[in-house]
């Protein structure tokens, strides 16, 4: 699609953004992939009035993330795990590069989510999650922190994809273990969220 077949879709909308206070978030996949499609689209999106809103793993170069920064009122940030070793050995790349760039923008005062994909086997402890906290904490510019248990729902494409599945296979936590991880996450004293949903009884913003 071009820019503006985007903007053509992002605009029909643009009445219920505007009371809603919404807006256009660039999701994927990785928006930062494609940078020069990515900043064309913020650029019109802010030249309408509209919202921006980027959601990416922070694992670039951060020249690449602060093009971005100028057009986007908000970041949605993945922080998996904060053990190095583990990071890489999951995800098959270092997280330095992801903390950092996490650290420039809360220099940088950019409005910010941050989310860890919460998987049985991996980071679901309240070790790991505790440590993540911590970091969240150390930010000045986080709304608040979301813990998302995984879901399998993107292990049928693998086989579209004409790849071959894990070996083994990851688990969804179940809801006692959810229940104690975001506990161990409160006692920072931020928001926790839970699939969207406020974890201190409050109403969802």
């Known amino acids: 699609m071009t820019v503006d ?12 953004y505007e009371s ?3 807006g256009a978030t660039l999701s994927g996949g990785e928006p930062l992939v494609q940078l020069e499609s990515a900043l064309a689209i913020l650029t ?12 990416t ?10 093009a971005t920064v100028p057009l986007t009122d908000l970041f949605m940030v993945d922080v998996k795990m904060m053990d190095a070793s583990a990071h890489e050995r999951w995800t098959g790349a270092s997280n330095e590069q992801i903390l950092a760039n996490a650290r420039r923008l809360s220099a940088e005062g950019v409005p910010m989510i941050v989310r860890t994909p ?6 679901a402890t309240t070790d790991e999650i505790g440590r993540i906290a911590d970091f969240v904490a150390s930010l000045g510019n986080v709304l608040y922190y979301e813990l998302v248990p995984y879901h399998p729902l993107g292990t049928g494409k693998y086989a579209a994809l004409g790849m071959d599945r894990p070996a083994k296979e990851l688990d969804r936590p179940g809801n006692g273990a959810m229940g104690h991880l975001i506990a161990e996450a409160r006692m920072r ?13 409050g109403e969802e913003g």
């Open 189 to 201: 004293g931020i928001e926790v969220r839970c699939a969207g949903v406020r974890m201190d009884g």
């Open 118 to 123: 919460v998987v049985t086997g991996v980071n």
């Open 5 to 16: 077949q985007v903007m053509k879709e992002i605009a029909a909308d643009k009445e219920f």
């Open 20 to 22: 809603s206070g919404g």
């Open 57 to 66: 793993n922070l694992a670039w170069p951060w020249s690449r993330v602060a």
């Open 44 to 55: 019109a999106c802010k030249a309408e009035g509209i919202h921006t809103a980027i959601e």
